[in-house]
């Protein structure tokens, strides 16, 4: 049995994205500015790789966080709810350079949430009726007729923390508790950034969001930026 309190998970921006290559979806935390890992999404611009899909609540805005992908053409796929802040990022959809997945914010939490417990999809009938429901499968229960929405997972997922212990145990501050919590369970490999880096047992275990069983690697925010 593992000894949990020698493990240390801490390590550099250029380890904790080693494992990453072109091609990966990556499932990255935050709305706007609240939980954001802004290190670690200047570390994926600087290993070069293409060919991402990303999956994210919103597209950040130009030039700022996967804004900055999205100016070096990083990304070919996105899922995301809401882009309008993101100019670039909808002309470049527009002319066909990125596929777009456009998912209700409740939905893409779900989706995410049931890829992340091993669910195949949810039922929703939400946009049943309009372009949301276009192409996907229908089950009718009880008399009531359901979209089937596939869950979502991700080889990759990209947190931004409040607090980590050093074996990864995450604590988030207010709205960041938004998709990073469900995107660390929903991915092979989770890399979180965190304000601040603590040792085992400095950390409420009643604060704790997130266990570190499911953190591979733990970068402080302060040594990315």
């Known amino acids: 049995m593992q000894n949990i309190a020698k493990v240390d998970k801490r390590t550099t921006v250029e380890k904790a994205l080693a494992p990453l290559c072109s091609g990966q979806t990556l499932l990255v935390g935050g709305f706007g500015e609240r939980g954001f890992p802004y290190g670690l999404c200047d570390g994926v611009l600087q290993l070069g790789i293409d060919d991402l ?117 995450l604590v988030f501050r207010n709205a960041a508790r938004n998709t990073n919590p469900l995107m660390a369970m929903a991915a092979d490999y989770v890399v979180a950034e965190a304000d601040e880096v603590v040792e085992i047992g400095a950390l409420d275990p009643n604060e704790v969001v997130t266990p570190g069983v499911f953190v591979d690697a733990v970068v402080h925010a302060g040594e990315v930026k």
């Open 53 to 169: 899909h990303v999956v994210k609540i919103d597209g950040n805005e130009d030039e700022i966080g996967i804004g900055r992908l999205v100016e070096a053409s990083r990304i070919s796929r996105i899922t995301a709810s809401h882009i309008g802040l993101n100019r670039r990022l909808g002309e470049m959809i527009n002319a066909g350079e990125i596929d777009a997945e456009i998912c209700p914010q409740g939905i893409l939490a779900e989706r995410i949430r049931a890829g992340g417990a091993g669910l195949g999809g949810i039922l929703s009938d939400i946009g049943i009726d309009t372009l949301i429901g276009e192409n996907k499968g229908r089950v009718n229960v009880g008399g009531v007729e359901y979209l089937v929405e596939s869950s979502i997972r991700g080889d990759v997922a990209l947190l931004h923390a409040a607090r980590s212990d050093r074996f990864g145990n």
